[in-house]
């Protein structure tokens, strides 16, 4: 299964160049103002691309840290329970 694997991150990575190559051509990029920006058009791909998944990421990162905040407090609720109401957390061995 991992020389799978493998074989398909290599097979994605020939096909990037290969669109790499492709997208060669130099292009400009307009702001405000009358400015603009001239580069190969992979590289406004690819900022635009990692712009995007910082964003995603950070849109995630409330959510993220919500849970964990639930989580805790299930867990602290779970050990003031008395021991003989109590049933054993097998998260509570990787917590730790």
Known sequence: MRYLLRIVELAL???????????SHVVEFRLFLGQQIS???????????????VIGLAATFGYYLKMRRELSQLK??????????????????LAD
């Open 39 to 53: 580069a190969p058009l992979i590289v406004f791909l690819l900022v635009f691309f990692v712009a995007g998944a």
């Open 76 to 93: 602290k609720e779970l050990r003031s329970r008395p021991v003989s109401a109590r049933i054993p957390d097998p998260s509570d061995a």
């Open 13 to 23: 990575l020939i096909l990037l160049i290969a669109v790499t190559v492709q997208n």
